[in-house]
């Protein structure tokens, strides 16, 4: 487990489909990201969990994503009802805390997904 | 609300030369800044961090407080160095991070 793991690599569903992404981060970091990068733009940052500390939602754009995280561990992130424009990648990063300066975040390869 | 503006989205420049990635951003408290690279088929990764004025491969960045910058500078750009640059703001007191939207810097033989 060297790194920040995503799955699938790839997803192609049809819209209105309900669609789960999982994130593996480095065994050890209690920081878990997630960011949408649509075509041609930026990281967006979607939401972000710290330990037992209540999740960071404020980049969630509708009540039709949603993430979860089991301890320090696996985070799953869902987009239900999949709309067109959800077509993005979406990364998954994974930090540890403490660190003056702000810590490194591990990024995964990300997650590819197409809505038809 | 915070910002990070990244105006170029490709640069390209012949080897030998020196390059500058723009950064300017927008927050009036103390910022934390990084820059993030991706090299082609590979993943997102830290570059260099303000706090520690480091030299990267041959990278340096600046904070300017006056000019809200932090541009991204090397004196003589490698083929190597293509890849894609993306600038973060990291707010105080909070873990969350705002990236620009990118700079693709291509080096030409």
């Known amino acids: 487990g060297a790194g920040v793991s995503q799955s699938p690599s790839n997803k192609v569903t049809e819209k209105g489909k309900d669609v789960e992404l999982r994130c593996d981060p480095i065994s050890g970091h209690t920081a878990l990201y997630w960011y949408r990068q649509r075509l041609g733009q930026g990281l967006e940052f979607l939401i972000y969990f710290q330990g037992n500390s209540a999740p960071d939602k404020s980049g969630l754009p509708s009540d039709r994503f949603s993430a979860e995280r089991t301890g320090e561990s696996v985070s799953t992130l869902t987009i239900q009802r999949t709309q067109q424009e959800d077509s993005a990648v979406y990364l998954c990063?994974?930090?540890?805390?403490?660190?003056?300066?702000?810590?490194?975040?591990?990024f995964g390869p990300g997650t590819r997904l197409t809505v038809l | 609300a915070q910002r990070v503006t990244q105006p170029e989205k490709l640069l390209s420049v012949f080897k030998g030369a020196p390059v500058e990635l723009k950064c300017n951003y927008s927050y009036s408290g103390s910022p934390e800044l990084f820059w993030y690279v991706q090299y082609s088929r590979q993943r997102l990764q830290l570059l260099l961090r303000h706090i520690s004025r480091e030299s990267i491969k041959g990278f340096t960045a600046d904070l300017n407080k006056g000019e809200t910058s932090f541009h991204l500078k090397k004196p003589f750009a490698q083929e190597e160095d293509s890849a894609m640059y993306y600038c973060a703001l990291r707010t105080s007191g909070t873990y969350k991070y705002i990236f620009g939207t990118g700079t693709r810097l291509k080096v030409l033989a």
């Open positions: 990063a994974s930090s540890s805390v403490g660190l003056a300066g702000g810590p490194e975040q591990f």
